[in-house]
């Protein structure tokens, strides 16, 4: 079978170009016409709270600084969550909202509750 396909197509040059053209002009056609989705972005919305406090070991920049700022940020409406990192030299807090949350009014809210 797949001889006379060969045989058939070697005799029949025009008509092969002829739905090779037709089955590119197809195809450029459906890549001109699919909506373009664009990918959603799954992540939570969360922000970040970044305090340096140089030359201080970790316990000091944790018991002055993280522990104050995770207790203030526990009362941030709609967080979810609020995690707290102390290194040396640094802290970080983590406010991770609900979904559905806007990210400009959980900035907001943070730099609301920061300056309290």
């Known amino acids: 079978?797949?001889?006379?396909?060969?045989?058939?197509?070697?005799r029949n040059v025009f008509l092969v170009l002829l739905?090779?053209?037709?089955?590119?002009a197809g195809g450029i056609y459906a890549v001109k016409k699919t909506p373009l989705d664009a990918l959603p972005d799954l992540s939570d919305v969360q922000v970040i709270v970044f305090t340096p406090y140089a030359g201080q070991a970790p316990k000091v920049v944790e018991d002055q600084v993280t522990y104050p700022l995770t207790t203030a940020m526990l009362a941030v409406p709609k967080?979810?969550?609020?995690?707290?990192?102390s290194m040396f030299g640094a802290s970080y807090v983590y406010v991770i909202f609900e979904d559905g949350t806007d990210i400009y009014w959980a900035r907001s809210r943070v730099l609301e509750y920061l300056s309290s």
């Open 1 to 10: 079978m797949l001889d006379r396909l060969i045989e058939w197509s070697a």
């Open 79 to 85: 967080a979810k969550v609020v995690r707290g990192f």
């Open 19 to 24: 739905a090779t053209l037709a089955v590119v």
